[in-house]
């Protein structure tokens, strides 16, 4: 399983590195132009997925997530409005809910695969 893979402390720091990485990305001009249309939208879900998973691993209680998803969700807001503040960038409420989007698909996977694991070990 994923969660035996690292101890939680090493997914606090992936954590915290993926977090600066995708704070660094946000808020740095883009150079490239979208092949896929609304790739930006689907990036936002893929780093808020990501996010999700490394911040459920390093704390995973139902309390955890509850609280997890509203401090990425902060994030998200936190990189919008720094957007705003850039020349070369524009914040988005779509941005926001691709954001929100991410965050739950991981919870409802997660959720599913929590749900199979104990309906098979029954």
Known sequence: MIHTLMPKKYYKV????TVIAVFILAITPSSHRDVVPNMD????MLAFFVLS?????????MEHR???MG?????????EFVQSLTPTREASFYDIVADVVGILLF????SLLRFY??????
């Open 14 to 17: 992936l954590f915290y590195i």
């Open 41 to 44: 939208k689907i990036l936002h």
């Open 53 to 61: 998973l490394e911040l459920n691993r390093a704390s995973s209680t």
């Open 66 to 68: 509850l609280r997890n």
């Open 71 to 79: 401090l990425l969700v902060a994030f998200g807001i936190f990189i």
């Open 107 to 110: 919870q409802l996977l997660y």
């Open 117 to 122: 694991r104990y309906t098979k070990s029954s």
